[in-house]
């Protein structure tokens, strides 16, 4: 993890192979499809976060398979495994708006419901927080060139008002997460 206990771009891939298997035994060679077809929708094709081996999470202890061998060996989650998702699942966000953090908010939102509750609670609070802090600091750029002309402050509306609606779903989906838990 980085200095600030987020995820770095191999931590993401290995979240999101280790939760992948949480949710069910799968074929090695199924295994590496949908961790690709998942991460290069969120963020797109890229080499940089593709590189994790599988191979390494089997050594680690984290995956073993049980039955058949190569792609067709049917891999399934060990408990160090779980141990290590939800370590992984609990790590802070960045602060700024970036491909990362957005695959990483992906994967808390595929994988927040193999939290126990009170796990799930603190993640809730969590992306929420966040989003509020990115919030203030857009609207106090906003502010800053209030008087500014071009387009700047038009865009900023815009994506302040995208913000704002996405605070308001989070805050609802925390709070339905409160009133069941």
Same mark, same amino acid.
């Given at each position: 993890?980085?200095?600030?206990?987020?995820?770095?771009?191999?931590?993401?891939?290995?979240?999101?192979?280790?939760?992948?298997?949480?949710?069910?035994?799968?074929?090695?060679?199924?295994?590496?499809?949908?961790?690709?077809?998942?991460?290069?929708?969120?963020?797109?094709?890229?080499?940089?976060?593709?590189?994790?081996?599988?191979?390494?999470?089997?050594?680690?202890?984290?995956?073993?398979? /049980?039955?058949?061998?190569?792609?067709? %060996?049917? $891999?399934?989650?060990?408990?160090?495994? !779980? *141990?290590?998702? #939800?370590?992984?699942?609990?790590?802070?966000?960045?602060?700024?708006?970036?491909?990362?953090?957005?695959?990483?908010?992906?994967?808390?939102?595929?994988?927040?419901?193999?939290?126990? /509750?009170?796990?799930?609670?603190?993640? %809730?609070? $969590?992306?929420?927080?966040?989003?509020? !802090? *990115?919030?203030? #600091?857009?609207?106090?750029?906003?502010?800053?060139?209030?008087?500014?002309?071009?387009?700047?402050?038009?865009?900023?509306?815009?994506?302040?008002?995208?913000?704002?609606?996405?605070?308001?779903?989070?805050?609802?989906?925390?709070?339905? $997460?409160?009133?069941?838990?």
């Amino acid at each position: 993890m980085f200095a600030d206990n987020t995820l770095t771009p191999k931590e993401a891939i290995r979240l999101c192979a280790l939760g992948s298997l949480a949710l069910g035994p799968v074929t090695y060679g199924a295994l590496a499809i949908s961790i690709r077809h998942f991460v290069s929708r969120v963020v797109g094709p890229t080499t940089e976060i593709m590189g994790h081996s599988i191979e390494l999470l089997k050594y680690e202890g984290l995956v073993e398979a /049980v039955e058949g061998s190569g792609d067709d %060996a049917l $891999l399934s989650i060990t408990d160090a495994g !779980r *141990e290590e998702m #939800r370590l992984l699942l609990m790590a802070n966000l960045r602060e700024s708006s970036n491909e990362l953090n957005k695959l990483v908010v992906a994967l808390k939102f595929r994988f927040l419901h193999l939290l126990d /509750v009170n796990d799930r609670l603190i993640q %809730a609070d $969590l992306l929420v927080e966040v989003c509020e !802090r *990115e919030l203030a #600091r857009m609207e106090d750029l906003r502010q800053h060139h209030a008087g500014d002309p071009g387009y700047l402050v038009p865009w900023l509306d815009h994506d302040l008002s995208l913000m704002e609606k996405h605070l308001d779903w989070l805050t609802e989906q925390r709070n339905k $997460l409160y009133e069941t838990a």
